[in-house]
């Protein structure tokens, strides 16, 4: 079973920064792709955004609304997954989802999800 534990969500100001971790298995990096989702107060599970995705290869993907302030890595030794948000802004305040999936479809698509973890909330006061 594949399992993924995100960490490293809390309260901060706008113009501050986070980092979230997600650990997962070394089955994920062999085989699939990993992504960064965030699901908005107020917003139902198939609204989940896709945030930033890292392939097996390394090629990475950004929402318009981070790119240049958020960085998605993996940690390919320690099976983990990073996302660092500076200049954090109050419409980023969501529950942060780390994902898997198979590469079968676009990266932001919530619904080719394979594996969730179960989210870690981000809180940005203005």
């Known amino acids: 079973q594949v399992q993924l534990e995100e960490s490293g969500g809390g309260s901060v100001q706008a113009g501050e920064s986070l980092k979230l971790s997600c650990s997962h298995s070394?089955?994920?990096?062999?085989?699939?792709?990993m992504t960064w989702f965030r699901q908005a107060p107020g917003k139902q599970r198939d609204e989940r955004e896709g945030?930033?995705?890292?392939?097996?290869?390394?090629?990475?993907n950004y929402a318009d609304s981070v790119r240049g302030r958020f960085t998605i890595s993996q940690d390919y030794a320690k099976h983990i997954l990073t996302l660092q948000m500076n200049n954090l802004k109050p419409e980023d305040t969501a529950m942060y989802f780390c994902?898997?999936?198979?590469?079968?479809?676009?990266?932001?698509?919530?619904?080719?999800?394979?594996?969730w973890g179960k989210g870690t909330f981000v809180t940005i006061s203005s």
């Open positions: 070394k089955y994920i990096h062999i085989t699939g792709r």
């Open positions: 945030v930033a995705s890292i392939d097996s290869d390394g090629n990475t």
């Open positions: 994902a898997a999936d198979r590469e079968l479809g676009a990266w932001y698509d919530p619904y080719g999800v394979d594996y």
